[in-house]
């Protein structure tokens, strides 16, 4: 599993693999936004948290059809698909690969773009910590959903559309977070959800996949 | 005789042939019935006025649209598991019109907001729910389409309906946390299980039933073309095989 | 016509919005179903004659 691991980090690392390109779109949104909206440091504040992590989501969704993309196209998939380590394993190593890759440089850049959008002193930790809580099942809701499209040429936009209303509810209780976290109130309901939804995730979703995987390699 | 017997398509087609004229008949008078009393013959509410007549046609639809999902997720399972193709073609036959009648809860549920709150559009819990619910339905119809292989599709779509039931009850909780959070205290709900007197009850019943009428009917009608439409592929394919 | 008062906008455009979607649905799911049962009836009498 950890050959895996590093091998999917490798190929994700080296030009073309699209590392620093969800990096890159986070800073443009966070940009965006404000050109958008007015310059106006109140309002931004407001908006700060959802729009942090709206564009979160967006930078992940980028990378989704990614996942299995280069594995399909050169038979490798087959072979994950009929070796040893059960597909569910493989389908969640492709997972944390993701989140390495996209999912936890995010949470680590997003307090650099909490000052531009002005968010307010006591959000930042509550943002960081709300986005390394909900980052990983952001990777496993994608998996999924790469792995439905994943037999399909232009795939990128049903993707979108598949994977994006799955995103909501973890959107809403972390974007909750960060609001509630930084207006000094109690964040003890939004973060447990948030936990609960990112474990669910992450304990049955790498099932229906691999379920999905192997109906696309018949 | 085992209901599982209907899961063969000669025999659904005969069985839905003759039900067809029955349901479709029983459909168009629960609907005329109800509309036509609720619209026509019912009073105006003391706090909503004429508004509350929308009732007859958003609760229907608004139930409708959560009862095809939840129809769709049944018939999914079977196909899972029992591998019937009537079941999953059903499957595909009701999301048009699922769809469709989130729709229409969706813009009666805004209009009929439109007095009450001043605003065409307004994110409350239950509206909310039912724009991601629209956009569930986007994505399973959309899935459809996009594959070409019928079982591939059959078994992709039923896979995606019930990792969406989850995620669709979730948001169903998320939006409501979510409302709450931003405007504490105002309930800007239609509030459709509000005590509803007898006055409204008797011909809401009716239209309710219509609609649960006019879903069975759509659905037997939808099916049986895509049986068919299935059955051609085949031909077709036949043909090109030569 | 019932007096429907300030509310004859709202009411009347719900009720039109819903029976639109609705007869467009019905109509939609009549047209398909015509036409597939008609291409199958040709692809049917093709494949009879051929094979006979």
Redesign the interface.
């Known amino acids: 599993m950890i050959a895996l691991l590093l091998r999917d980090l490798r190929l994700a690392v080296r030009s073309g693999g699209g590392f620093g390109l969800g990096l890159a779109f986070f800073l443009i949104v966070a940009v965006l936004v404000p050109l958008g909206v007015g310059p106006e440091g109140g309002t931004l504040g407001l908006i700060a948290p959802g729009i942090l992590w709206v564009a979160a989501l967006l930078a992940c969704l980028l990378s989704l059809d990614r996942i299995f993309a280069l594995d399909a196209e050169d038979g490798s998939l087959e072979l994950l698909a009929t070796a040893p380590l059960p597909l569910e394993g493989a389908v969640a190593v492709k997972a944390v690969a993701h989140w390495l890759t996209t999912g936890l440089p995010l949470t680590l850049a997003a307090p650099v773009l909490g000052v531009l959008l002005n968010l307010p002193a006591d959000g930042y930790g509550w943002l960081a910590a709300s986005l390394a809580l909900g980052t990983p099942a952001l990777s496993v809701i994608g998996t ?1 959903g790469a792995a ?2 994943v ?2 040429k232009r ?1 990128g936009l ?1 993707l979108s ?2 994977v ?3 995103y ?2 973890t959107l ?2 972390g974007a ?1 977070i960060v ?2 976290g930084a207006e000094g109130m109690a964040v003890a ?2 973060l447990a ?1 948030l936990a609960g ?1 990112t474990a669910g995730a992450l304990a049955l ?1 790498p099932f ?1 996949a691999a ?2 995987i192997r ?2 390699l ?1 | 005789m085992s209901l599982w017997e209907y899961a063969n398509p000669k025999k659904f087609m005969q069985t839905s042939a003759w039900v067809l004229p029955w349901v479709t008949g029983l459909a168009v008078l629960a609907l005329l019935g109800g509309l036509v009393w609720g619209f026509f013959f019912t009073p105006d509410d003391y706090k909503q006025g004429a508004t509350v007549k929308i009732i007859y046609l958003h609760v229907p639809a608004a139930m409708m649209a959560i009862n095809a999902w939840a129809m769709m997720l049944v018939t999914s399972l079977i196909w899972l598991i029992r591998r019937h193709h009537v079941s999953a073609l059903a499957a595909r036959a009701a999301a048009p019109i699922g769809l469709t009648f989130t729709l229409i809860a969706l813009a009666t549920g805004a209009i009929w907001g439109q007095p009450m709150w001043g605003t065409w559009w307004a994110w409350d819990p239950r509206l909310t729910a039912f724009l ?1 619910l629209f ?2 339905y ?2 399973y119809i ?2 459809w389409e ?2 070409e292989d019928p079982d ?1 599709a059959a ?2 779509t039923s ?2 309906c ?3 039931s989850v ?1 669709a009850v ?2 169903r ?3 409501n ?2 409302n709450q ?1 931003l405007h504490q205290g105002a309930s800007l709900s239609l509030d459709k299980e509000e005590n509803v007197s007898d006055v409204y009850w008797l011909p809401l019943l009716l239209c309710i039933a219509g609609f649960v009428l006019l879903f069975v009917t759509l659905v037997l009608l939808r099916t049986r073309t895509e049986i068919r439409a299935r059955r051609l592929k085949a031909l077709i394919a036949r043909e090109r095989l030569g | 016509m019932p007096d429907l008062g300030k509310y004859a906008v709202a009411v009347l455009s719900a009720y039109g919005a819903s029976l639109v979607l609705i007869l467009v649905l019905v109509l939609a799911t009549i047209r398909r179903g015509a036409r597939v049962r008609r291409q199958l009836r040709e692809v049917e009498a093709r494949q009879g004659r051929e094979h006979g």
Do not use: C, H, K, Q
């Open positions: 999924f439905l499209t037999g399909l795939g049903l559309l598949l994006l209303p799955l909501m509810p809403i209780f909750e609001r509630r309901t939004p959800l939804i979703l229906a379920a999905a109906v696309n018949r | 991601i956009l569930f986007l994505g959309a899935l996009a594959i591939t078994d992709l896979v995606l019930l990792v969406g995620f979730l948001s909780y998320a939006v946390f979510w959070g």
